[in-house]
């Protein structure tokens, strides 16, 4: 069905036209799209009035190019969430009706490096200890976790054990409480590491979460740079008017 010309550019008139589409089951999620001549015919648009309304899809990540082979519907993201809260990840998962699950790469204890000592402010000889996981979805691998932490801010035996919430360990012994997180959040496309650790077909965009974590103090006690698969994670803010 062919554009009907309002006040507005054509190329939003098409972004409006196409996601209207998607919702209603035209273009269904994974599915192909037509090739651009067949598309801009249909909608009664020219190629490059089509070609930006692509591009500005595929920045919002409704839809996905392939080189040389077409271009694709990205699936809805399942699990969406503000970030105006700490919501754990395992939160997150639960909500959407599915069951979190962690699987543990790597634990260990090091000696802090130039960055870890300018973020957490403390002595170059106190050990950082690095916590990489993985969490699942009903058994499937959607975030891979980076998490750092003094190691004097967490229990003794921490190096030995295999499950439970960091947030819980470092706010153990009751003398630290996790009280807020500065948050920066970066689109990436393929990651060397994280990609093929969260099983991402090489097109598959992620989010970078960089969360910096402070006590009541205003002492940052934790780093997070977790990698999210784009079409399983959304995230807003709710802003107000001041």
């Not at 000889?125 to 058994?139: M, Q, S, Y």
């Not at 003398?175 to 689109?187: G, K, R």
């Not at 934790?222 to 399983?232: E, G, I, M, P």
Request: glycine share 4%.
């Amino acid at each position: 069905m062919a554009i009907k010309s309002d006040h507005r550019h054509l190329y939003l008139q098409v972004i409006d036209h196409m996601k209207r589409d998607i919702a209603a089951g035209i273009y269904k999620a994974k599915e192909k799209l037509p090739s651009e001549f067949e598309l801009a015919k249909s909608l009664g648009v020219s190629r490059a009035t089509l070609r930006e309304a692509l591009r500005i899809l595929e920045e919002e990540n409704v839809i996905v190019r392939r080189h040389g082979v077409g271009t694709f519907i990205n699936p809805e993201p399942v699990f969406s969430s503000g970030i105006e809260q700490l919501t754990s990840v395992s939160d997150m998962i639960r909500q959407a009706g599915m069951e979190p699950g962690t699987i543990y790469l790597s634990t260990a204890a090091a000696l802090p490096s130039a960055e870890d000592v300018k973020r957490f402010q403390f002595a170059e000889n106190e050990p950082v200890v690095t916590i990489e996981r993985v969490r699942t979805a009903d058994g499937e691998p959607v975030v891979y976790c980076i998490d750092k932490v003094p190691a004097s801010h967490l229990p003794e035996d921490f190096l030995s054990r295999q499950e439970g919430s960091i947030f819980s360990a470092i706010e153990e012994s009751g003398e630290i409480h996790v009280n807020y997180a500065v948050t920066f959040i970066d689109p990436a496309g393929y990651h060397e590491d994280a990609s093929p650790i969260l099983q991402c077909e090489p097109e598959t965009a992620l989010l970078v979460l960089k969360q910096l974590h402070y006590d009541d103090d205003d002492r940052m006690v934790l780093y997070s740079k977790n990698y999210f698969r784009a079409d399983k994670f959304s995230f807003h803010v709710v802003r107000k008017r001041m």
